[in-house]
Protein backbone atom coordinates (compact mmCIF):
# COMPACT_ATOMS: atom_id res chain seq x y z
CA UNK A 1 0.00 0.00 0.00
CA UNK A 2 1.31 3.55 -0.86
CA UNK A 3 2.31 6.02 1.61
CA UNK A 4 -0.44 8.28 -0.09
CA UNK A 5 -2.95 5.97 0.68
CA UNK A 6 -1.99 5.11 3.78
CA UNK A 7 -2.31 9.00 4.46
CA UNK A 8 -5.61 9.49 3.43
CA UNK A 9 -6.79 6.20 5.23
CA UNK A 10 -5.50 7.78 8.90
CA UNK A 11 -7.05 11.17 7.36
CA UNK A 12 -10.48 9.58 7.02
CA UNK A 13 -10.38 7.33 10.50
CA UNK A 14 -9.15 10.51 12.00
CA UNK A 15 -12.04 12.44 10.57
CA UNK A 16 -14.79 9.60 11.61
CA UNK A 17 -13.39 9.73 15.25
CA UNK A 18 -13.64 13.87 15.66
CA UNK A 19 -17.11 13.20 14.31
CA UNK A 20 -18.34 10.54 16.38
CA UNK A 21 -17.01 12.23 19.33
CA UNK A 22 -16.40 9.02 21.52
CA UNK A 23 -12.57 9.51 22.20
CA UNK A 24 -11.35 13.25 23.52
CA UNK A 25 -9.96 15.39 20.85
CA UNK A 26 -6.52 15.71 22.29
CA UNK A 27 -6.01 11.94 22.75
CA UNK A 28 -7.21 11.28 18.73
CA UNK A 29 -4.68 13.97 17.15
CA UNK A 30 -1.80 12.25 19.52
CA UNK A 31 -2.49 9.32 17.70
CA UNK A 32 -2.44 10.81 14.14
CA UNK A 33 1.29 11.18 14.01
CA UNK A 34 1.98 7.58 16.02
CA UNK A 35 -0.22 5.95 13.29
CA UNK A 36 1.72 7.46 10.94
CA UNK A 37 4.78 6.52 12.38
CA UNK A 38 3.91 3.36 12.82
CA UNK A 39 2.57 2.63 9.01
CA UNK A 40 6.15 3.85 8.18
CA UNK A 41 4.34 6.76 6.48
CA UNK A 42 6.62 9.64 8.60
CA UNK A 43 9.72 8.99 10.41
CA UNK A 44 9.00 9.49 14.63
CA UNK A 45 11.30 13.00 14.38
CA UNK A 46 8.81 14.31 11.42
CA UNK A 47 5.59 12.95 12.67
CA UNK A 48 5.97 14.22 15.99
CA UNK A 49 7.63 18.08 14.60
CA UNK A 50 4.52 19.74 14.71
CA UNK A 51 4.40 19.91 18.99
CA UNK A 52 7.67 22.08 18.50
CA UNK A 53 6.55 23.64 15.33
CA UNK A 54 6.58 27.64 15.07
CA UNK A 55 2.83 28.09 14.93
CA UNK A 56 1.93 25.61 18.16
CA UNK A 57 4.13 27.48 19.80
CA UNK A 58 2.97 30.96 19.07
CA UNK A 59 -0.52 29.23 19.86
CA UNK A 60 0.53 28.58 23.09
CA UNK A 61 2.21 31.49 23.66
CA UNK A 62 -1.33 33.32 22.66
CA UNK A 63 -2.87 32.08 25.44
CA UNK A 64 -0.61 33.06 28.12
CA UNK A 65 -1.05 36.92 26.83
CA UNK A 66 -5.01 35.91 26.65
CA UNK A 67 -4.52 34.95 30.31
CA UNK A 68 -2.68 38.24 31.20
CA UNK A 69 -4.83 39.92 29.64
CA UNK A 70 -7.94 38.62 31.94
CA UNK A 71 -6.12 38.18 35.15
CA UNK A 72 -5.49 42.16 35.04
CA UNK A 73 -8.81 43.45 34.87
CA UNK A 74 -8.40 44.27 31.07
CA UNK A 75 -10.83 41.67 29.75
CA UNK A 76 -13.05 42.97 31.79
CA UNK A 77 -12.83 46.84 31.10
CA UNK A 78 -12.96 45.80 27.59
CA UNK A 79 -15.99 43.43 28.03
CA UNK A 80 -17.70 46.85 29.45
CA UNK A 81 -16.72 49.11 26.87
CA UNK A 82 -18.46 46.86 23.89
CA UNK A 83 -21.57 45.76 26.16
CA UNK A 84 -22.25 49.91 26.70
CA UNK A 85 -21.66 50.18 22.92
CA UNK A 86 -24.09 46.86 22.24
CA UNK A 87 -26.37 47.46 24.69
CA UNK A 88 -28.42 44.26 25.14
CA UNK A 89 -29.31 43.82 21.50
CA UNK A 90 -27.77 40.21 20.60
CA UNK A 91 -27.16 41.86 16.97
CA UNK A 92 -25.36 44.88 18.04
CA UNK A 93 -23.02 42.86 20.24
CA UNK A 94 -22.25 40.54 17.62
CA UNK A 95 -21.70 43.50 14.96
CA UNK A 96 -19.40 45.01 17.45
CA UNK A 97 -17.43 42.14 18.52
CA UNK A 98 -17.31 40.77 14.72
CA UNK A 99 -16.06 44.32 14.31
CA UNK A 100 -13.65 43.93 16.42
CA UNK A 101 -11.84 40.81 15.93
CA UNK A 102 -11.83 41.47 12.79
CA UNK A 103 -9.96 44.54 12.74
CA UNK A 104 -7.18 43.40 15.01
CA UNK A 105 -6.70 40.25 13.10
CA UNK A 106 -5.85 42.49 10.14
CA UNK A 107 -3.13 43.89 12.11
CA UNK A 108 -1.89 40.87 13.82
CA UNK A 109 -3.48 37.46 12.76
CA UNK A 110 -6.55 35.11 13.30
CA UNK A 111 -4.97 33.82 15.65
CA UNK A 112 -3.73 36.50 17.92
CA UNK A 113 -7.34 38.26 17.64
CA UNK A 114 -8.94 35.31 18.70
CA UNK A 115 -6.78 34.76 21.87
CA UNK A 116 -6.90 37.73 22.83
CA UNK A 117 -10.41 38.70 22.93
CA UNK A 118 -11.81 34.86 23.54
CA UNK A 119 -11.84 35.95 27.42
CA UNK A 120 -13.84 39.32 26.32
CA UNK A 121 -16.53 37.57 24.51
CA UNK A 122 -17.21 35.06 27.10
CA UNK A 123 -17.54 37.94 30.08
CA UNK A 124 -19.72 39.76 27.63
CA UNK A 125 -22.32 36.49 27.44
CA UNK A 126 -22.57 36.14 30.84
CA UNK A 127 -22.98 39.45 31.86
CA UNK A 128 -25.35 39.90 28.78
CA UNK A 129 -27.19 36.11 30.69
CA UNK A 130 -25.88 34.38 27.37
CA UNK A 131 -23.87 31.32 26.22
CA UNK A 132 -20.56 32.21 25.53
CA UNK A 133 -21.55 29.94 22.19
CA UNK A 134 -23.53 32.25 20.77
CA UNK A 135 -20.97 34.73 20.38
CA UNK A 136 -17.62 32.92 19.88
CA UNK A 137 -18.05 30.98 17.00
CA UNK A 138 -19.42 34.40 14.65
CA UNK A 139 -15.93 35.59 16.36
CA UNK A 140 -13.49 33.21 14.58
CA UNK A 141 -15.66 33.12 11.65
CA UNK A 142 -15.18 37.01 11.75
CA UNK A 143 -11.40 36.40 12.39
CA UNK A 144 -11.48 34.98 9.10
CA UNK A 145 -13.01 37.62 6.74
CA UNK A 146 -10.78 39.57 8.72
CA UNK A 147 -7.60 38.15 7.67
CA UNK A 148 -8.02 39.49 3.72
CA UNK A 149 -8.21 43.18 5.51
CA UNK A 150 -4.90 43.60 4.58
CA UNK A 151 -2.30 41.52 2.74
CA UNK A 152 -0.27 41.11 6.12
CA UNK A 153 -3.77 39.21 7.81
CA UNK A 154 -2.44 35.36 7.11
CA UNK A 155 0.02 33.87 6.82
CA UNK A 156 -2.25 32.19 3.56
CA UNK A 157 -1.87 36.18 2.17
CA UNK A 158 1.10 36.51 2.55
CA UNK A 159 2.03 33.48 0.74
CA UNK A 160 -0.24 34.74 -2.10
CA UNK A 161 1.43 37.75 -1.90
CA UNK A 162 4.61 36.46 -2.66
CA UNK A 163 3.56 34.24 -5.47
CA UNK A 164 2.01 36.93 -7.14
CA UNK A 165 5.50 38.60 -6.66
CA UNK A 166 7.28 35.77 -8.10
CA UNK A 167 4.79 35.08 -11.05
CA UNK A 168 3.65 38.60 -11.98
CA UNK A 169 6.69 40.80 -10.85
CA UNK A 170 4.53 43.39 -9.13
CA UNK A 171 4.53 42.93 -5.37
CA UNK A 172 0.73 43.26 -3.64
CA UNK A 173 0.08 46.87 -1.66
CA UNK A 174 -0.93 46.38 1.89
CA UNK A 175 -3.98 47.47 0.76
CA UNK A 176 -4.88 45.37 -2.07
CA UNK A 177 -7.47 42.90 -1.44
CA UNK A 178 -9.10 45.43 0.88
CA UNK A 179 -12.03 45.60 -1.10
CA UNK A 180 -12.58 41.76 -0.73
CA UNK A 181 -11.84 41.59 3.19
CA UNK A 182 -14.61 44.17 3.44
CA UNK A 183 -17.00 41.98 1.61
CA UNK A 184 -16.14 38.83 3.53
CA UNK A 185 -16.94 40.45 6.44
CA UNK A 186 -20.43 42.38 5.70
CA UNK A 187 -21.42 38.59 4.30
CA UNK A 188 -20.39 37.02 7.86
CA UNK A 189 -21.49 39.42 9.83
CA UNK A 190 -24.98 39.13 7.96
CA UNK A 191 -25.20 35.61 8.18
CA UNK A 192 -24.42 35.28 11.43
CA UNK A 193 -26.84 38.31 13.13
CA UNK A 194 -29.59 36.53 10.46
CA UNK A 195 -29.29 32.83 10.73
CA UNK A 196 -26.77 32.67 13.58
CA UNK A 197 -29.42 31.92 16.21
CA UNK A 198 -30.97 28.63 14.21
CA UNK A 199 -27.43 27.58 13.03
CA UNK A 200 -25.25 27.88 16.17
CA UNK A 201 -26.11 25.22 19.00
CA UNK A 202 -26.27 26.25 22.65
CA UNK A 203 -23.80 24.60 24.35
CA UNK A 204 -22.19 25.16 27.82
CA UNK A 205 -18.51 25.28 28.26
CA UNK A 206 -16.97 22.97 31.30
CA UNK A 207 -15.47 25.62 33.01
CA UNK A 208 -18.86 27.95 33.36
CA UNK A 209 -17.95 31.53 34.05
CA UNK A 210 -19.60 33.42 36.85
CA UNK A 211 -20.62 37.62 36.52
CA UNK A 212 -18.58 39.01 39.31
CA UNK A 213 -19.07 42.47 37.49
CA UNK A 214 -21.34 43.89 40.26
CA UNK A 215 -19.85 41.63 43.79
CA UNK A 216 -18.68 44.63 45.53
CA UNK A 217 -22.31 45.79 45.74
CA UNK A 218 -23.66 42.13 46.15
CA UNK A 219 -21.88 41.46 49.26
CA UNK A 220 -22.02 45.11 50.99
CA UNK A 221 -26.11 44.87 50.69
CA UNK A 222 -26.17 40.91 51.97
CA UNK A 223 -23.94 42.06 54.84
CA UNK A 224 -25.24 45.25 55.43
CA UNK A 225 -21.67 47.14 55.37
CA UNK A 226 -21.51 50.80 54.88
CA UNK A 227 -18.93 53.05 53.99
CA UNK A 228 -15.77 52.58 51.42
CA UNK A 229 -15.96 50.32 48.46
CA UNK A 230 -15.44 46.76 49.53
CA UNK A 231 -13.20 46.13 46.54
CA UNK A 232 -10.22 48.47 44.40
CA UNK A 233 -7.02 47.64 42.54
CA UNK A 234 -5.24 46.56 45.85
CA UNK A 235 -7.64 44.70 48.20
CA UNK A 236 -10.75 43.46 48.25
CA UNK A 237 -13.36 41.33 50.13
CA UNK A 238 -14.45 37.65 50.30
CA UNK A 239 -17.15 35.55 51.93
CA UNK A 240 -15.30 31.82 53.80
CA UNK A 241 -17.51 29.37 55.14
CA UNK A 242 -16.93 27.48 58.43
CA UNK A 243 -15.93 23.32 57.29
CA UNK A 244 -17.26 20.67 59.83
CA UNK A 245 -13.92 20.09 60.63
CA UNK A 246 -12.24 23.72 60.30
CA UNK A 247 -9.43 24.76 63.67
CA UNK A 248 -11.85 27.94 63.63
CA UNK A 249 -14.96 26.37 65.35
CA UNK A 250 -15.78 28.16 68.94
CA UNK A 251 -12.84 30.64 67.81
CA UNK A 252 -14.42 34.23 69.14
CA UNK A 253 -14.71 36.54 66.03
CA UNK A 254 -16.07 40.32 65.96
CA UNK A 255 -16.15 43.06 63.69
CA UNK A 256 -13.01 45.12 62.73
CA UNK A 257 -10.53 42.32 63.95
CA UNK A 258 -7.35 41.14 62.58
CA UNK A 259 -7.05 37.93 61.49
CA UNK A 260 -3.56 35.96 63.23
CA UNK A 261 -1.50 37.06 60.16
CA UNK A 262 -2.33 40.60 60.41
CA UNK A 263 -2.98 41.16 56.87
CA UNK A 264 -7.24 40.46 56.63
CA UNK A 265 -10.22 42.37 58.60
CA UNK A 266 -13.07 40.98 59.59
CA UNK A 267 -15.48 43.00 57.68
CA UNK A 268 -18.99 40.85 58.81
CA UNK A 269 -20.01 37.77 59.90
CA UNK A 270 -23.23 35.46 59.56
CA UNK A 271 -24.68 32.84 61.80
CA UNK A 272 -27.40 31.11 60.30
CA UNK A 273 -28.02 33.54 57.28
CA UNK A 274 -28.67 36.83 59.85
CA UNK A 275 -26.24 39.71 60.22
CA UNK A 276 -24.27 39.32 63.67
CA UNK A 277 -23.22 42.77 64.64
CA UNK A 278 -21.57 41.71 68.28
CA UNK A 279 -18.87 39.27 69.21
CA UNK A 280 -20.07 35.83 68.37
CA UNK A 281 -18.07 32.28 68.51
CA UNK A 282 -18.19 30.66 65.34
CA UNK A 283 -19.84 27.17 64.41
CA UNK A 284 -19.98 24.74 61.26
CA UNK A 285 -21.79 26.73 58.66
CA UNK A 286 -21.39 30.01 59.81
CA UNK A 287 -19.38 32.69 57.11
CA UNK A 288 -17.22 35.22 57.71
CA UNK A 289 -16.19 38.47 55.12
CA UNK A 290 -12.67 38.78 54.98
CA UNK A 291 -11.14 42.41 53.54
CA UNK A 292 -8.00 43.25 52.82
CA UNK A 293 -4.94 42.64 50.12
CA UNK A 294 -6.12 40.22 47.25
CA UNK A 295 -2.90 38.33 47.13
CA UNK A 296 -3.68 37.67 50.97
CA UNK A 297 -7.13 36.85 49.95
CA UNK A 298 -6.09 34.06 47.28
CA UNK A 299 -3.91 32.67 50.49
CA UNK A 300 -6.86 32.37 52.64
CA UNK A 301 -8.84 30.45 49.98
CA UNK A 302 -5.93 28.33 49.87
CA UNK A 303 -6.60 27.43 53.80
CA UNK A 304 -8.23 23.88 53.94
CA UNK A 305 -9.80 25.43 57.16
CA UNK A 306 -11.73 27.96 55.28
CA UNK A 307 -14.50 27.40 52.29
CA UNK A 308 -14.28 30.23 49.67
CA UNK A 309 -17.77 30.37 48.63
CA UNK A 310 -16.26 32.11 45.45
CA UNK A 311 -12.82 31.88 44.43
CA UNK A 312 -11.07 36.01 44.89
CA UNK A 313 -9.04 35.25 42.20
CA UNK A 314 -12.12 35.34 39.62
CA UNK A 315 -13.69 38.05 41.31
CA UNK A 316 -10.84 39.75 40.96
CA UNK A 317 -10.61 39.72 37.46
CA UNK A 318 -14.17 40.84 36.39
CA UNK A 319 -14.64 42.89 39.72
CA UNK A 320 -11.95 45.31 39.47
CA UNK A 321 -11.35 46.60 35.64
CA UNK A 322 -7.65 47.58 34.97
CA UNK A 323 -6.12 46.12 38.10
CA UNK A 324 -2.75 45.85 39.07
CA UNK A 325 -0.41 44.95 36.33
CA UNK A 326 -2.90 45.84 33.79
CA UNK A 327 -0.52 48.84 32.66
CA UNK A 328 2.25 46.12 32.27
CA UNK A 329 0.10 43.43 30.19
CA UNK A 330 -0.85 46.26 28.12
CA UNK A 331 2.16 47.15 27.37
CA UNK A 332 3.47 44.14 26.32
CA UNK A 333 0.42 43.48 23.86
CA UNK A 334 0.92 47.02 22.34
CA UNK A 335 4.70 45.89 21.30
CA UNK A 336 3.46 42.66 20.34
CA UNK A 337 0.67 43.98 17.79
CA UNK A 338 3.37 46.58 16.55
CA UNK A 339 5.80 43.77 15.86
CA UNK A 340 3.76 41.04 14.09
CA UNK A 341 1.79 43.89 12.04
CA UNK A 342 5.36 45.12 11.04
CA UNK A 343 6.36 41.51 10.23
CA UNK A 344 9.62 42.17 11.62
CA UNK A 345 10.49 38.93 12.80
CA UNK A 346 8.84 35.18 13.40
CA UNK A 347 5.08 35.36 14.81
CA UNK A 348 6.88 32.62 17.17
CA UNK A 349 9.33 34.67 18.50
CA UNK A 350 7.42 37.44 19.08
CA UNK A 351 4.88 35.38 20.54
CA UNK A 352 7.34 33.71 22.99
CA UNK A 353 8.69 36.86 24.08
CA UNK A 354 5.49 38.29 24.99
CA UNK A 355 5.22 35.50 26.97
CA UNK A 356 8.46 35.55 28.80
CA UNK A 357 7.75 39.27 29.30
CA UNK A 358 4.68 38.24 30.99
CA UNK A 359 6.39 36.59 33.63
CA UNK A 360 9.07 38.44 33.99
CA UNK A 361 7.35 41.17 34.70
CA UNK A 362 5.15 39.66 37.52
CA UNK A 363 1.80 40.76 35.59
CA UNK A 364 1.64 36.22 36.22
CA UNK A 365 3.54 33.85 38.02
CA UNK A 366 4.66 31.14 36.38
CA UNK A 367 1.57 28.89 37.36
CA UNK A 368 -1.03 31.04 36.25
CA UNK A 369 0.76 31.18 33.19
CA UNK A 370 0.52 27.16 32.61
CA UNK A 371 -2.81 27.17 33.76
CA UNK A 372 -3.76 30.19 31.37
CA UNK A 373 -2.86 27.76 28.36
CA UNK A 374 -5.78 25.93 26.65
CA UNK A 375 -3.47 22.32 26.02
CA UNK A 376 -6.24 20.60 24.00
CA UNK A 377 -5.96 22.93 21.35
CA UNK A 378 -1.98 23.08 21.30
CA UNK A 379 -2.23 19.41 21.11
CA UNK A 380 -4.82 19.62 18.39
CA UNK A 381 -2.63 21.83 16.60
CA UNK A 382 1.17 19.86 17.27
CA UNK A 383 -1.23 16.51 16.51
CA UNK A 384 -2.46 17.78 13.19
CA UNK A 385 0.39 19.23 11.91
CA UNK A 386 1.53 15.24 11.05
CA UNK A 387 -1.00 15.00 8.61
CA UNK A 388 -0.80 18.06 7.21
CA UNK A 389 3.04 17.14 6.71
CA UNK A 390 2.33 13.31 5.51
CA UNK A 391 -0.19 15.00 2.81
CA UNK A 392 2.46 17.04 1.10
CA UNK A 393 5.23 14.57 1.71
CA UNK A 394 3.57 11.51 0.58
CA UNK A 395 2.03 13.29 -2.57
CA UNK A 396 -1.59 12.51 -1.81
CA UNK A 397 -2.58 16.13 -1.89
CA UNK A 398 -0.76 16.77 -5.11
CA UNK A 399 -2.46 13.29 -6.62
CA UNK A 400 -5.88 14.98 -5.85
CA UNK A 401 -5.13 18.17 -7.01
CA UNK A 402 -3.99 17.43 -10.14
CA UNK A 403 -6.62 14.77 -10.65
CA UNK A 404 -9.25 17.69 -10.52
CA UNK A 405 -7.00 19.86 -12.41
CA UNK A 406 -7.28 17.09 -15.03
CA UNK A 407 -11.07 16.21 -14.69
CA UNK A 408 -11.83 20.45 -15.73
CA UNK A 409 -9.60 20.06 -18.59
CA UNK A 410 -10.76 22.72 -20.77
CA UNK A 411 -13.62 24.25 -19.38
CA UNK A 412 -13.00 27.69 -19.20
CA UNK A 413 -11.18 29.69 -16.50
CA UNK A 414 -14.53 29.71 -14.02
CA UNK A 415 -14.19 26.07 -14.04
CA UNK A 416 -10.76 26.13 -13.07
CA UNK A 417 -11.54 28.57 -9.76
CA UNK A 418 -14.61 26.56 -8.92
CA UNK A 419 -12.35 23.47 -9.16
CA UNK A 420 -9.85 24.99 -6.81
CA UNK A 421 -12.51 25.89 -4.67
CA UNK A 422 -13.67 22.63 -4.09
CA UNK A 423 -10.08 21.40 -3.74
CA UNK A 424 -9.16 24.04 -1.30
CA UNK A 425 -12.91 23.56 0.89
CA UNK A 426 -12.11 20.03 1.11
CA UNK A 427 -8.48 20.42 2.19
CA UNK A 428 -8.86 23.53 4.19
CA UNK A 429 -11.27 21.53 6.85
CA UNK A 430 -9.17 18.71 6.94
CA UNK A 431 -5.19 20.43 7.91
CA UNK A 432 -4.43 23.46 8.14
CA UNK A 433 -5.70 26.75 5.10
CA UNK A 434 -1.78 27.22 5.55
CA UNK A 435 -0.51 23.81 4.55
CA UNK A 436 -3.96 23.79 1.95
CA UNK A 437 -2.27 27.50 -0.14
CA UNK A 438 0.90 25.91 0.10
CA UNK A 439 -0.66 22.61 -1.81
CA UNK A 440 -3.58 24.47 -3.71
CA UNK A 441 -1.14 27.88 -4.64
CA UNK A 442 1.28 25.77 -7.67
CA UNK A 443 -1.64 24.11 -8.78
CA UNK A 444 -3.50 27.38 -9.48
CA UNK A 445 -0.56 28.90 -11.15
CA UNK A 446 0.37 25.76 -13.54
CA UNK A 447 -3.13 25.71 -14.14
CA UNK A 448 -3.43 29.44 -14.75
CA UNK A 449 -0.43 29.01 -17.15
CA UNK A 450 -1.88 26.26 -19.75
CA UNK A 451 -4.82 28.05 -20.21
CA UNK A 452 -3.09 31.17 -20.83
CA UNK A 453 -5.12 33.68 -18.51
CA UNK A 454 -3.57 35.86 -15.69
CA UNK A 455 -2.57 34.12 -12.43
CA UNK A 456 -3.04 37.00 -10.13
CA UNK A 457 -7.00 36.45 -9.70
CA UNK A 458 -6.27 33.02 -9.76
CA UNK A 459 -3.94 33.12 -6.49
CA UNK A 460 -6.43 35.84 -4.58
CA UNK A 461 -9.11 33.23 -4.94
CA UNK A 462 -7.03 30.45 -3.38
CA UNK A 463 -6.71 33.37 -0.84
CA UNK A 464 -10.79 33.53 0.02
CA UNK A 465 -10.92 30.31 -0.71
CA UNK A 466 -8.51 29.25 2.12
CA UNK A 467 -10.49 31.72 4.43
CA UNK A 468 -13.33 29.57 4.02
CA UNK A 469 -11.80 26.63 6.64
CA UNK A 470 -14.91 26.43 8.45
CA UNK A 471 -16.28 23.55 9.09
CA UNK A 472 -14.32 22.50 11.65
CA UNK A 473 -12.24 23.32 14.54
CA UNK A 474 -9.53 21.55 13.96
CA UNK A 475 -9.10 23.68 10.04
CA UNK A 476 -7.76 26.53 11.83
CA UNK A 477 -6.18 27.55 15.44
CA UNK A 478 -8.99 30.12 15.80
CA UNK A 479 -11.64 27.69 15.35
CA UNK A 480 -9.58 25.59 17.94
CA UNK A 481 -9.35 28.50 20.57
CA UNK A 482 -13.24 28.89 20.94
CA UNK A 483 -13.71 25.33 20.87
CA UNK A 484 -13.29 24.39 24.64
CA UNK A 485 -13.87 28.25 25.87
CA UNK A 486 -17.82 27.74 24.41
CA UNK A 487 -18.33 24.26 24.71
CA UNK A 488 -18.62 23.51 21.08
CA UNK A 489 -18.27 19.31 19.97
CA UNK A 490 -16.60 18.55 16.34
CA UNK A 491 -20.15 18.90 14.35
CA UNK A 492 -21.12 21.95 15.66
CA UNK A 493 -19.22 24.44 13.48
CA UNK A 494 -20.64 23.35 9.79
CA UNK A 495 -23.90 24.67 9.85
CA UNK A 496 -23.25 27.90 10.29
CA UNK A 497 -19.99 27.35 8.58
CA UNK A 498 -21.14 26.17 5.12
CA UNK A 499 -23.33 29.39 4.77
CA UNK A 500 -20.57 31.19 4.40
CA UNK A 501 -18.38 28.51 2.67
CA UNK A 502 -20.77 28.74 -0.01
CA UNK A 503 -20.49 32.56 -0.34
CA UNK A 504 -17.10 32.94 -0.22
CA UNK A 505 -16.54 30.50 -3.01
CA UNK A 506 -19.23 32.51 -4.63
CA UNK A 507 -17.00 35.91 -4.05
CA UNK A 508 -13.91 33.67 -5.41
CA UNK A 509 -15.46 32.61 -8.10
CA UNK A 510 -17.67 35.81 -9.44
CA UNK A 511 -16.43 38.63 -7.65
CA UNK A 512 -12.28 38.77 -7.81
CA UNK A 513 -12.09 38.30 -11.79
CA UNK A 514 -14.70 41.79 -12.22
CA UNK A 515 -11.76 43.29 -9.86
CA UNK A 516 -8.77 41.35 -11.01
CA UNK A 517 -9.17 40.33 -14.84
CA UNK A 518 -8.26 37.14 -16.10
Given amino acids: ?9 VLAVTVVLFVIDRLPVAGVAMLVPVALWATGVLSLEDAVRGFGDPTTLFVASLFVVSEALEATGVTAWVGDFIIEKGGDSRARLLITVMLAVALLTALISPNGS ?9 VIAVRGGRSPSELLLPTAFAAHAGSLLLITGSPVTVLVSDAVEEVDGGRMGLFSISVVGVVLLVLTITVSVLFGGRLIPTRSPERSLRDFGGHAEVLAQHYQVEGEPLMDRGSGA ?35 GHDVRSPMRLGVGDTVLLQGPWEALERAAADPNLIAVDDPEHVRRQAVPLGAGAKRALAVLALMVVLLATGAFPPAAVGITAAVAIVLLRVLRVDQAYHGISWTTVILVGGMMSLSAAMQDSGAAEQ ?3 GLVDLIGDAGPYALLAGLFVITAVFGQLISNTATALIVIPVG ?20 FAAGALLTPVATPANLMVMEAAGYRFGDYWRLGLVLLVL ?15
Avoid: C, N
Fill in 1 to 9: MSDSLITLL
Fill in 114 to 122: VAALTPVVV
Fill in 238 to 272: AEFMIGPRSEFVSDLVYRGMHTSSGELVVAAMHHK
Fill in 400 to 402: LAT
Fill in 445 to 464: ISAATQLGISPVPVLVSIAV
Fill in 504 to 518: YGAVGILLVPLIWPM
